[in-house]
């Protein structure tokens, strides 16, 4: 299937590793252009020396902190104007809301609520006046079904979700649409270090509490991080035009809800 966005180009954050380097590959698997930013830069080169040698398409690497305007300004400078733009960052910390400082909740904010807003900010009027756009945010299942330990994840992204809902109807009408991907518990190190942490809290072994994870999906399995990229493709291409404002959940079936 021809998702129509070849030699399009796409500004991918957080993309050297996880659901934003399987995003990246998939795109570059539809003939998207890449241009991929991450902290390290051996991390993220080696990554897109990968999909370049699968796909052939252009890449561009950036190794900035895009938490910070510095690191946002300078990704913007090399990448002003995608067509296509996935927003991500790591998750904050796990853990008891009454350990969290101000300071916590100030900084889960900042990376998984106001830096998707600068980003989108900095792009959407660009895309509205070339008739094209895809903004996907990669968010979490906990926006739709709360999860105890991540009360940091749930109340910032939560917030990122407020404010898509009402923007997303505004773009639409100029075919630029803005989604979320909410994903459950895909097969990352993100996975690996929640469940120490649980399992650290709980005085068990973490393999027993990996496989009580486990029998918590109704999938019987975690997801794999390609399911994800194609979900990802998939909101970005050319017929995607018509869904907008929309949560798009991705956790084998945990979330026991009818919408």
């Known amino acids: 299937m ?14 050297s590793k996880g659901l934003g380097l399987a995003c990246a590959q998939q795109l570059a698997r539809e003939g998207v252009e890449l241009v991929m930013l991450a902290r ?17 398409v ?28 996935v927003t991500n960052a790591g998750g904050p910390k796990p853990g008891n809301f009454r350990e969290w400082s101000r300071e916590d909740w100030l900084a889960a904010v900042d990376a998984n609520m106001i830096t998707p807003i600068e ?25 739709k ?23 997303a109807r505004q773009t639409v009408a100029h075919n ?18 929640t469940t120490e942490r649980l399992a650290r809290d709980s005085g068990k072994n973490i393999d027993e509490v990996m496989a ?11 997801g794999e991080p390609s399911e994800f990229g194609q979900a990802c493709a998939f909101l970005c ?5 018509f869904m907008t404002g929309q949560n798009l959940v991705l956790d084998g079936g945990i979330y026991p809800g009818t919408l």
């Open 2 to 15: 021809d998702l129509g966005i070849r030699g399009r180009q796409a500004l991918v954050c957080a993309s």
């Open 40 to 56: 390290g830069q051996e991390a993220l080169e080696a990554a897109a020396q990968s999909i370049r040698a699968e796909t052939g």
């Open 58 to 85: 252009k890449v561009i690497t950036i190794a900035a902190d895009i938490i910070t305007p510095e690191g946002r300004a300078k990704v913007l400078a090399v990448c002003p104007a995608p067509d296509i733009l």
């Open 119 to 143: 980003l989108i900010r900095a792009t959407v009027d660009k895309m509205i006046e070339r008739k094209f756009g895809r903004i996907v945010n990669i968010t979490s299942a906990s926006v």
């Open 145 to 167: 079904h709360p999860i105890e330990h991540l009360g940091l994840s749930n109340g910032a992204r939560a917030g990122l979700t407020g404010f898509v809902a009402g923007l």
């Open 176 to 193: 630029v649409t803005i989604n979320n991907l909410l994903p459950g518990p895909f097969a990352t190190d993100r996975l690996l270090q």
């Open 212 to 222: 009580q994870r486990k029998k918590m999906v109704p999938a019987g399995r975690f």
């Open 237 to 241: 291409s050319a017929g995607a035009g």
